[in-house]
Structure formats: C-alpha cells, structure tokens
C-alpha cells in the first residue's frame, strides 16, 4: 500500500524558511517523479514544484521560482521541499503526490503552513 507521509510544517515569519519533507513506502520510490502540491483555503489545488526520478529534472510555479527547492534522497525514500523568503501568500496545505507513467500512485496527507508575524 502506497503511503506519504509529509512533515515539516508549521508557523513561520515572513522572510524565514521551512524545509517539508515526504517519505514515501509501499512503493518503488526511485522510479517515481514526485510533486508538492499547495491548497489555500477557498483555492484551488496548486502544482508548486515537481523533480523527476532520478533527480535530474524539477520545474517550479512561477510564484515561487527562485525561493522553493525541490530535491530528492532515493536513499532515504524521501523527497524534501526547501521553503526560503516566505511570504503569507504561501501560507497553505502542502501536499505530496508520487506518480510514475502518468498515473497516480498516491497522495500525501498534508502538513500545514503559516506565515504569519
């Protein structure tokens, strides 16, 4: 059975950082490209970053390019997401999602963030 376990989050400033961190099982994690995902409330889902099996490829949203860093340890079945120069508007759900071939493998259950002063 595939599970995501994310971690990581919590109340933050703006301008501070946070590090999310998802463990995946039940799966073979270095065959998977994985996802973070974002849901505010009252909003819509949102693809906030993605990295590919093996690590060599990641894309971002626009928002958050140049702050966010996706990164992978297939050794450690985890995949992290590195949150600098947070603003309130990040402040979120955050959600893992494995995928392999175009299909769905599973979703995390997520871990809110805040920031807030």
């Known amino acids: 059975q595939v599970q995501l376990v994310e971690s990581g989050g919590g109340l933050v400033q703006p301008g501070g950082s946070l590090r999310l961190s998802c463990a995946g099982s039940g799966f073979t994690f270095s065959s998977a490209a994985m996802r973070w995902y974002r849901q505010a409330p009252g909003k819509e889902r949102e693809l906030v970053a993605g990295?590919?099996?093996?690590?060599?490829?990641?894309n971002y949203a626009a928002s958050v390019k140049g702050r966010f860093t996706i990164s992978r340890d297939n050794a450690q079945n985890t995949v992290y997401l590195q949150m600098n120069s947070l603003k309130p508007e990040d402040t979120a759900v955050y959600y893992c999602?494995?995928?392999?071939?175009?299909?769905?493998?599973?979703w995390g259950q997520g871990t809110q963030v805040t920031v807030s002063s």
């Open positions: 990295i590919s099996s093996l690590g060599g490829n990641t």
């Open positions: 999602y494995a995928w392999r071939y175009g299909s769905t493998l599973g």
